[in-house]
DNA sequence: GCGACGATTCGTCTAGCATCGAAATATGGA
DNA sequence: TCCATATTTCGATGCTAGACGAATCGTCGC
């Protein structure tokens, strides 16, 4: 019977989405955005250990992917046909999804932290920029080294490139951007970025989010220096 | 948290097709076509008692609705929407869905047995030829009764009229098609015409299936005799 | 009315699975 | 090197829900 082969994936496919807890990871992840595996745990609103068996679950089924990125583990949707999918089944649920589209609002592409670094539309110009420029040099597998031009600006900026380079940390690493889907600069480099900025006041933090956003200073200095026009 | 309150319906409805029996189920009905209890417990391969605590929660959670036909009760998906989640389910099993569309091959609209009268195309279109005519009239809720030229009419294709009158049975009855979303001719005299077209070959039936095919002589005596030109 | 049949209800059994805590593993940063 | 943190593995537990058979209800057809 056809009928057994076609339809044994897909209700466990349907079952792996039709558990509470899952279906809360699932649809938090709907925004496109990745989240390691203890967000998704607080979201879910379970024990670590459980939301580790349910991640392997949703893996398996294919309903997220994994990208390890350090001791975090990022999750996210595994393709834009899962996410079609829950919309799918929030038609049926009689509300209209929250909707996974191309260009989706402020929120994802603004500027914003990512652990200690830029993020977000901001972060991911930043990064080509500092390429176009050729500051940058590929030392890796998403490790970056500055070269000569790239030590010279970024000492222009204010970054002691001697001290940070001294931290026991990856110095300059590319970091892929969830709401983007680039990268953007990450590591000790990217840490020193941020925290001149913020002194500067070039970025103000928001009290309770990871939004950053850009001072009206921060916008012209950095059209100045390093010929970046910050989004909106 | 707006998010239990959009996730638990969509949990709570991917859970009833995440069960490997009542997947099969909704498969089955993804044909557009309605099912008996009966026929969608040995599709789902579980005992009748069994399939009917599935179609009551299928039903509840609106995945299906049934429409009671006598002491049959036929199920069918609840609307476009159910066919589309299963559909967007089916994607990510990775294959294509059978695909509920608007204009499914041959093996829906072909002309087919519903128990013992003629369904799919031909039996709409005979149906609506029979009314066109003016040999049927509205007796009722889906009730018809012949007018004096219908049995005159009928008597001429070789129906029994008292005879088939004198079966303590509805006479005749409109009976909702499934795939046509139309209605048919069914009760006494749906047999009646169903066995008089068999018995002079205008109509073969497939031998396992509920398929019927309309034979040369069947189409040109359809033709000929109630002005109706058969499908294919 | 009286079988025959389709379908449901009820009671019970069983198995799978979601859950947690504790311990193990791995990685980054000091 | 060592600690902190993120995540997984393992084992035990408890609940849900899917399964069946027997009995019941309801409708058709004679």
């Not at 466990?12 to 992840?29: D, F, H, K, V």
């Not at 001149?196 to 933090?205: D, E, F, G, N, S």
Request: hydrophobic share 45%; glycine share 6%; proline share 3%.
């Amino acid at each position: 019977m056809d009928v057994d082969e076609s339809d044994a994936p897909v209700s466990s496919i349907a079952a792996a989405i039709g558990e509470p807890a899952r279906a809360r990871m699932l649809y938090c992840l709907l925004d496109g955005r990745a989240r390691t595996a203890t967000e998704l745990a607080v979201v879910a609103d379970v024990a670590p250990s459980t939301t580790s068996a349910h991640l392997q679950r949703l893996e398996k089924q294919r309903l997220v992917k994994v990208v390890v990125q350090g001791k975090h583990r990022y999750y996210s949707l595994e393709s834009a046909d899962v996410a079609a999918a829950l919309e799918a089944l929030s038609v049926l649920a009689g509300r209209s999804a929250p909707a996974l589209v191309p260009n989706t609002p402020d929120r994802l592409h603004a500027a914003r932290t990512c652990y200690d670094h830029i993020a977000g539309t901001l972060g991911v110009l930043l990064h080509d920029r500092l390429k176009e420029l050729d500051w940058l040099s590929t030392a890796g597998d998403r490790e970056y080294d500055l070269t000569r031009a790239g030590v010279t600006g970024l000492e222009a900026l204010g970054v002691d490139v001697d001290a940070t380079r001294a931290l026991r940390r990856r110095f300059a690493t590319a970091c892929l951007d969830w709401s983007e889907r680039r990268y953007h600069l990450a590591g000790a480099l990217g840490a020193a970025l941020l925290a001149i900025a913020l002194r500067r006041k070039w970025i103000v933090r928001d009290l309770d989010s990871r939004i950053l956003t850009v001072t009206p200073v921060g916008r012209r200095e950095l059209e100045r220096r390093i010929g970046l026009d910050a989004p909106r």
